[in-house]
C-alpha cells in the first residue's frame, strides 16, 4: 500500500478529527514531507481535506469519494478482501473476469463509480450513471459443482435484500431469479458469470455482478426502463454522505456470512419468503415464444414451479418470467 493510500486509510478512520502532520508521520513511519505530499495528492483527487496550523489534517465527514478505505471501515467480515475502486470503467465484471484468468485469488471486489459497458442478463445492457448506483462485482472461486451455481446468485440476492432493509428502512422483495424490487419497480439486478473445468464439473471462479440504483438520475432513468425501474432513496431523503461506502460493507458482510457457509444453505428460506412471483399468473419467456402459467412455489433448488395452462407441472431452474397483467 502507497503512503497515500495508507494516509487515506488513517484519514477515513478519523473523519472529522484533526490529526497532526506529526502524529500521521509518526503512525505510518515516514516523512512529515511525505505526509505532506500525499494530502496535497488527495486534495487534487477531489478529498475534502482541510489543513489548519497546529491543529493538522481533516477528512471532512461532507466527503462523497468512494475508495477502497472508505469501503474497507465499515466491513465487519474477516475474509481478506481487495478491493479495486475506479472512476469509470466498461463493466466490473469483465474486470472481475480478466482477475480471474491472472489468477488472482478469491476477494477482489471491483467497485466503479459508473460502467460505460454495464451488463445484465441476456446480453441486455445495464444503465450506470455516475453518482447515483452501486456497480460492483466479487471474484469468488467456490468448490462446487457447476449445478450448484444457483447458490451464488440467490444468496447474492437475499444479501442484497437484506442491506436495502437495514439502510433504507423499506421492503425488499425478489423476482425470481436475480432481481430485487421496491413497491413493484425493479432497484437491483444480479449478474452471475461462471467459467467451469469440465472434466472435474467444478466450478474454477465466479465474477458475481451487482448494480443499484441508489438515487434517480437526474435526467431521469433511460427510456428503456422508465417505466419499471425505482431507486432505494429519493429526492427528499437526507442521506449520510458516505451512503455508498456503507451499503457496499453492509452488501459484503450480509453475501458473506452466507458464502462462507453456502453448503447449509441459510438464506433459503429467506429467498422464498421474499418472492414477488407465488401465486402469481405470469409469461414464461424463451427462444420459442411466451408460454402462459401460474407460479405455485419455489423449491430447495430455487426452482420455480409453475402450472402451464394445460394442467402440466414444469419445474425452471432458468429463464424469464414476467408478471401477467390482467
Not at 424463451?286 to 414451479?305: P, Y
Amino acid at each position: 500500500m502507497s503512503i497515500k493510500d495508507k494516509t487515506l486509510e488513517f484519514l477515513e478512520k478519523n473523519r472529522g478529527r484533526y490529526i497532526s502532520g506529526a502524529e500521521l508521520a509518526r503512525e505510518l513511519d515516514v516523512s512529515r514531507n511525505a505526509i505532506w505530499k500525499s494530502i496535497k495528492s488527495l486534495q487534487s483527487e477531489g478529498y475534502n481535506i482541510s489543513a489548519i496550523t497546529n491543529k493538522g489534517y481533516s477528512l471532512s465527514e461532507d466527503t462523497d469519494i468512494l475508495s477502497a478505505q472508505s469501503v474497507s471501515k465499515y466491513i465487519k467480515s474477516t475474509n481478506d478482501f481487495k478491493i479495486e475502486v475506479y472512476k469509470t470503467i466498461g463493466s466490473t465484471n469483465d474486470k472481475v473476469k480478466e482477475l480471474a484468468l491472472e489468477g488472482k485469488e478469491e476477494g477482489y471486489i471491483v467497485i466503479s463509480e459508473e460502467q460505460s459497458k454495464g451488463k445484465g442478463r441476456f446480453g441486455r445492457k445495464f444503465h450506470s450513471p455516475k453518482n447515483t448506483g452501486i456497480y460492483m462485482s466479487i471474484l469468488l472461486r467456490p468448490r462446487l459443482m457447476a449445478q450448484d451455481s444457483y447458490l451464488i446468485t440467490t444468496s447474492a440476492a437475499v444479501a442484497v435484500a437484506e442491506a436495502i432493509e437495514k439502510i433504507s428502512d423499506k421492503e425488499a422483495k425478489i423476482k425470481w431469479v436475480n432481481d430485487i424490487y421496491i413497491d413493484n419497480k425493479k432497484v437491483s439486478g444480479i449478474l452471475t458469470e461462471a467459467s467451469l473445468d469440465f472434466e472435474s464439473g467444478l466450478i474454477q471462479y465466479v465474477a458475481l455482478g451487482i448494480g443499484i440504483n441508489l438515487k434517480s438520475p437526474n435526467e431521469g432513468f433511460h427510456e428503456d426502463i422508465k417505466n419499471i425501474a425505482t431507486s432505494v432513496f429519493n429526492e427528499e431523503e437526507n442521506l449520510p454522505k458516505d451512503i455508498r461506502s456503507l451499503f457496499i460493507a453492509e452488501i459484503i458482510d450480509n453475501f458473506f456470512s452466507y458464502y462462507n457457509s453456502i453448503d447449509q444453505k441459510k438464506f433459503i428460506n429467506e429467498y422464498k419468503r421474499r418472492s414477488i412471483l407465488i401465486d402469481k399468473e405470469v409469461n414464461i419467456e424463451s427462444s420459442k415464444g411466451s408460454v402462459k402459467a401460474k407460479v405455485l412455489e419455489i423449491d430447495d433448488l430455487c426452482r420455480l414451479k409453475v402450472r402451464l395452462e394445460d394442467g402440466s407441472i414444469k419445474e425452471l431452474s432458468s429463464g424469464e418470467v414476467s408478471v401477467r397483467m390482467k
